[in-house]
């Protein structure tokens, strides 16, 4: 398992602590977030790109992502704007991707309406992600107020657009149990994101990003048989902890929390796999 950190897991810490703890952790790489600004964090704590991305090879590390564009699926002059210029900071900093985040507000979400949208956005930061060489990464939200909840309508398009060489799906393990599991798609899964719900009281369709923590004994979500099933079917790209619950955003010692967490995952990957 390639582990990853996505930066809104340690939100408080600076650019550079968030590094260390991601090497600390024997991480391949990091996900750094332009939508920090809730915790006192710009993007790269105010760095120029250019300067974080070589912050981050300095410390053994790859910038394996850049966050985010919202809603991308609502596609107009604005957001194409915010496209490029995403495309373009993560070309300065050495970003291997760029992610793209669906409208989850309840609107535009009508069969056939988010149909079309989808594939209107698509078609045009097609030729951007060509014109710069870099990937971008869709995000199917599970909740069922997403404009794009299934992985399965995400692949739809992308193949039918012949994209795929360009656009790739983020598998996340809380996104998929929350729009009812299914088929998984690890040849055109770029990274995997993980984080448990352990609250035994809360029904599916009540889980929402709060109470996204880390993986343990009491993980609700199937993580490991997740992460089992991808690893076996041939993913072989990042494991990326995003956990946005206000207790493990807080912890007082992340890198004993995160640590024991991905010795268990991996303990019970092991034993998936026996």
Same mark, same amino acid.
Do not use: C, K, Q, Y
């Given at each position: 398992m390639k582990k990853a950190l996505n930066q809104m897991t340690v939100p408080h810490l600076s650019f550079e602590a968030f590094l260390d703890l991601a090497a600390d952790l024997g991480c391949i790489g990091v996900e750094a977030r332009n939508d920090l600004d809730g915790y006192d964090r710009p993007l790269f704590d105010g760095m120029d790109p250019a300067d974080a991305?070589?912050?981050v090879r300095a410390k053994g590390l790859r910038l394996v992502g850049l966050s985010q564009v919202y809603p991308f699926n609502t596609w107009d002059d604005e957001r194409?704007? #915010?496209?490029?210029?995403?495309?373009?900071?993560a070309k300065d900093a050495g970003a291997e991707t760029i992610s793209l985040i669906p409208r989850n507000d309840g609107t535009q979400g009508a069969n056939g309406e988010r149909q079309a949208n989808l594939r209107i956005a698509l078609k045009d930061i097609y030729p951007m992600l060509v014109d710069a060489d870099m990937h971008a990464l869709? #995000?199917?939200l599970g909740?069922?107020?997403?404009s794009l909840r299934f992985k399965s309508e995400l692949i739809e398009t992308i193949k039918d657009l012949g994209v795929a060489d360009r656009v790739r799906i983020v598998h996340d393990t809380f996104h998929h149990i929350l729009a009812g599991g299914g088929e998984f798609f690890p040849e055109h899964t770029g990274i995997v994101h993980i984080s448990a719900v352990v609250d035994p009281a809360l029904a599916v369709d009540q889980m929402e990003d709060e109470h996204r923590v880390l993986v343990g004994e009491e993980d609700r979500l199937e993580n490991a048989q997740q992460i089992s099933a991808l690893l076996a079917a041939g993913y072989d790209g990042p494991v990326s902890y995003e956990c946005f619950a206000p207790e493990t955003q807080q912890l007082t010692n992340p890198k004993e929390a995160i640590a024991a967490s991905f010795a268990f995952i991996e303990s019970r990957i092991t034993a998936e796999a026996l």
């Open positions: 991305g070589a912050m194409a704007s #915010e496209v490029r210029d995403l495309i373009a900071t869709v #995000e199917p909740f069922n107020r997403s």
